[in-house]
């Protein structure tokens, strides 16, 4: 019996040995990710605030590498170099070379270290991903079916930013006049700017909200309305020329807003579209009121899924621009999901904010990367996690 | 569900009929979706409520105030939602009630049946990481009634009460930290393995474990580990078998697959099985023809710890 069982353990053994290479579920270590990302940061130092917001956040996911972790208040803790990885050259601007932490809290990171390229156009991110010379980088949601397509590794998170118009009521008596707004509001075509601009990468935004968040998106209407517009339009007079300003150098909101043109002139609306430049672009409440326009494009992420922390968020970023003095709502600390539906409803009946699309974050990734998952609202680039798998020979459970 | 029933009450006089629609947005099941709706029609019954059809004609024949009924989902559990047009009002704007509700269990998927077949058992989940399990029967051996939780600073102890798993005491382990920790509670029942620790002692006693710290850093400490295969003996005769996790990474559902020995060649055996999530560590079980498994799934988030048992189907 004994016998037996030996050599049943043997042949076991033997045949476990000789089973052929499978791809490894265990992470290996080592290796260094190559970073692409559009934003230029001039400085990590947490005293030198980011110019425009692309570049805030780009800071951002590079901090989350650095320090030790992030306190509820979005801050940094620690000193920078106690997190998994440490600067170890530095080009401002340009490039950072960054090295994993071998006395990280909570291990050391897999790869051996990251090399990051900034401002590096859409064109050459796909290019390089395409060409297996970058390992992560941020595609723009509208080009992420030709990246697919072009055979780019695609990762996509649920729709986590919102692209919506804002109306300048402070400074625009013709924004001032809710039947204008409405108007507006109803003349535009969200599914086309969704299946056309979009590419499907996407989905119409009726709520301040999305649907996976709060649950209750599906109560605000996405529909267009032309008939509707066109007769609240002939009831306005005089009738009025309106202006709509987008970031000049945001090829998405210039797309989307030549649509609202076309949309509003199909309404006889009478809308132009107007490119805002620079400083003035880097935030929609400050860009409209800078800018004269009537009426502005805003792209505004999620910092948290939680829908009570989301929405506050985003009456705050309203309410220091085109809403301020608006009275709305209080919105209770603890909101129920009827508070927050209540909250969301009485900002869009006025329509001074006209949520248009949902985005997500679109990433490319190359064939090595292991590991990743897509960072949802709020989340770091989980680079700590992400390991390189470079073959069944290459550096398999190395230790450093 | 009251609450929900209470909103639709406050909103509609019970002097006219309800018209009730329902429509299921969420990752329920069509049948529990089913079952929320007749709760809802239950407690709107309570409160002195009836209903129509909800054809539009018969509704507005009977003058009833028509309930959209929702569930939906958001990121934090359920949404029930009731848009009520009452029936004196037809052309303005619905009410609108919504309340909460917590996301239930999910359930186990039904064991495939071939040759070699599979059964998974969930034992225990939670939120927080765990690299392996035992389920022990220190006083009847038909009858585990003690649960270990090996978890990256401690070995948890659990005692089975009420059919739950109530924790009771927990053995601190202090180790050296590293990302792809790796843990293995020995089916001796004496050895424990974490990290660069190791444990010894009886298991079941956790007052007689000593952890010891064996090197410090990466490259030092045993690799005892749980792998990805895990020997089941010969559920099927004399023919040994194992059983697999399948390939891919962290982020991905996995399954779990019977091999049996043939002329020295290890086929598959029978259908797998699917996890929710993949297997973070794989061993055999203490008992002949198990294996245990610790997923983490996906969907909730949770750790699992699952028994396998493999038995021989003709």
């Known amino acids: 019996m004994s016998r037996r069982l030996a050599a049943t353990s043997l042949i076991l053994v033997v045949v476990l040995t000789a089973l052929p290479a499978r791809t490894a579920r265990r992470p290996r270590y080592g290796g260094t990710l190559r970073v692409e990302m559009s934003a230029t940061i001039?400085?990590?130092?947490?005293?030198?605030?980011?110019?425009?917001?692309?570049?805030?956040?780009?800071k951002s996911q590079i901090d989350g590498l650095l320090y030790d972790h992030r306190d509820a208040d979005g801050t940094f803790s620690g000193e920078r170099g106690n997190g998994p990885f440490r600067v170890t050259a530095w080009e401002p601007g340009k490039r950072a070379t960054l090295e994993a932490n071998n006395n990280f809290r909570e291990g050391r990171p897999f790869v051996d270290s990251i090399e990051i390229s900034m401002g590096v156009t859409t064109h050459d991110r796909l290019l390089d991903l395409q060409l297996n010379k970058a390992d992560l980088a941020e595609i723009p949601p509208q080009d992420a079916r030709s990246a697919s397509e072009r055979g780019v590794r695609v990762s996509i998170s649920k729709p986590d930013e919102l692209l919506a118009l804002v109306f300048n009521t402070a400074d625009s008596s013709t924004s001032r006049k809710a039947s204008v707004r409405e108007a507006v509001a109803r003349s535009i075509d969200r599914a086309a700017v969704v299946n056309f601009i979009l590419q499907k990468t996407g989905e119409p935004a009726g709520g301040l909200l999305p649907q996976w968040s709060s649950g209750t998106a599906f109560?605000?209407?996405t529909t267009t309305d032309p008939a509707r517009a066109k007769e609240l339009w002939s009831q306005i007079s005089p009738a009025p020329k309106l202006v709509l300003g987008y970031h000049s150098a945001d090829p998405l909101e210039q797309s989307v807003a030549e649509r609202i043109v076309v949309n509003a002139k199909e309404a006889g609306i009478s809308i132009t579209a107007q490119a805002i430049q620079n400083s003035a672009a880097n935030s929609a409440p400050v860009r409209s009121q800078a800018s004269h326009v009537d009426v502005t494009l805003l792209r505004w992420r999620m910092p948290s899924p939680r829908p009570e922390d989301a929405l506050r968020d985003i009456v705050l970023v309203l309410n220091a621009g085109p809403l301020a003095g608006v009275n709305s709502t209080p919105f209770p600390d603890s909101a129920s999901p009827q508070d927050i539906y209540n909250q969301q409803r009485a900002i869009l009946d006025k329509f001074t904010v006209v949520p248009l699309v949902w985005l997500p974050q679109v990433y490319g990734l190359s064939a090595r990367v292991r590991d990743w998952t897509v960072p949802g609202p709020g989340e770091q680039w989980p680079l700590a996690d992400v390991w390189l798998d470079t073959g069944p020979d290459a550096g398999a459970d190395k230790q450093p | 569900m009251s609450q929900l029933a209470d909103k639709i009450a406050a909103n509609v006089s019970p002097l006219h009929p309800l018209s009730l629609e329902a429509k299921n947005m969420s990752s329920l099941s069509p049948t529990e979706a089913s079952e929320i709706r007749g709760a809802l029609e239950s407690k709107l019954k309570n409160r002195s409520f009836h209903f129509v059809l909800a054809d539009p004609a018969a509704a507005t024949a009977q003058r009833a105030a028509k309930v959209q009924f929702a569930i939906s989902e958001g990121a934090q559990g359920y949404v029930l939602v009731a848009e009520i047009q009452n029936s004196s009002e037809p052309d303005s704007e619905p009410q609108i009630a919504i309340v909460s509700a917590p996301k239930s269990p999910l359930r186990v998927d039904e064991p495939a049946m071939d040759s070699l077949s599979l059964d998974k058992r969930l034992i225990y989940r939670q939120a927080e990481k765990f690299v392996d399990f035992a389920l022990l029967s220190p006083e009847a051996p038909a009858n585990p009634s003690l649960l270990v939780i090996l978890e990256p600073e401690r070995l948890a102890y659990y005692r089975q009460q009420d059919a739950s798993w109530h924790f009771s005491q927990a053995v601190p382990i202090v180790r050296w930290p590293v990302r792809?920790?790796?843990?293995?509670?020995?089916?001796d029942g004496k050895h424990v393995y974490l990290?660069?620790?190791?444990?010894?002692?009886?298991?079941?006693?956790p007052d007689t474990l000593k952890c010891i710290q064996t090197g410090s850093g990466f490259s030092s400490g045993p690799v005892f580990v749980a792998g990805d295969t895990a020997d089941i003996g010969s559920?099927?005769?004399?023919?040994?078998?194992?059983?697999?996790?399948?390939?891919?990474?962290?982020?991905?559902?996995d399954s779990i697959q019977g091999y049996e020995s043939n002329d020295s060649q290890f086929n598959a055996?029978?259908?797998?099985?699917?996890?929710?999530?993949?297997?973070?560590?794989?061993?055999?079980?203490?008992?002949?023809?198990?294996?245990?498994?610790?997923?983490?799934?996906?969907?909730?988030k949770n750790y699992e710890a699952y028994i396998v048992t493999a038995t021989c189907s003709h």
């Open chain 2, 235 to 253: 559920p099927c005769k004399t023919r040994a078998a194992y059983l697999e996790s399948g390939p891919g990474d962290w982020t991905q559902t």
């Open chain 2, 269 to 300: 055996s029978g259908a797998p099985i699917e996890t929710p999530g993949p297997v973070m560590s794989f061993g055999p079980g203490f008992a002949t023809s198990t294996a245990r498994a610790v997923v983490y799934n996906l969907k909730t």
């Open chain 1, 219 to 221: 109560l605000f209407p």
């Open chain 1, 42 to 58: 001039a400085s990590l130092e947490p005293a030198v605030e980011a110019p425009t917001s692309e570049q805030a956040a780009a």
């Open chain 2, 195 to 205: 990290g660069d620790v190791t444990c010894t002692g009886k298991l079941a006693q």
């Open chain 2, 180 to 187: 792809d920790l790796r843990g293995r509670i020995d089916n």
